[in-house]
């Protein structure tokens, strides 16, 4: 090895340091304690609007009356008392429970149960499933 002179070492100190804090940190409790304790000047600002909310309040009069003057039904049409006698009628010719009419259709049992208490929504598909398994009429004119 020759013409390598001596080894130095030409290493630095390295610092790490934390970064310095950001807005929020300088905001909490702690800090402006700290910054009361030593002296330094702090500011405290309002900001517009605080802790009221009367965007929410405002206009409620007018909403209010818009549903006080609504007249507009909104209920879900229900299965007639026609078609659930028909049903049950139809059901009761063929012996059948309402579980076994919903296996028949590949249906739950609750759905028979709904179109025979009348608390179902009326479907077209479901009402032809219907028909075939009982091979009665359940829609339009008998």
């Known amino acids: 090895m020759a013409g390598i002179g001596p080894i130095t070492q030409d290493w630095e100190p390295v610092v790490i340091r934390k970064r310095a804090p950001n807005a929020a940190a300088k905001r909490d409790e702690k800090t402006v304690n700290a910054a009361r304790r030593s002296g330094a000047d702090i500011e405290t600002v309002r900001k517009f609007n605080a802790g009221s909310n009367k965007a929410a309040s405002s206009g409620t009069s007018l909403n209010t009356k818009k549903l006080d003057d609504d007249t ?5 049409d229900r299965v007639p008392t026609e078609l659930k006698k028909a049903i049950m009628q139809a059901r009761g010719e063929k012996k059948l429970t309402q579980s076994q009419l919903a296996h028949l259709i590949n249906e739950k049992p609750q759905v028979i149960q709904e179109y025979e208490s009348g608390k179902a929504i009326p479907n077209q598909q479901i009402l032809s499933k219907l028909e075939r398994a009982l091979g009665a009429k359940l829609r339009g004119k008998k």
Not at 72 to 76: A, I, K, P, T, V
């Open 72 to 76: 507009e039904n909104l209920s879900h």
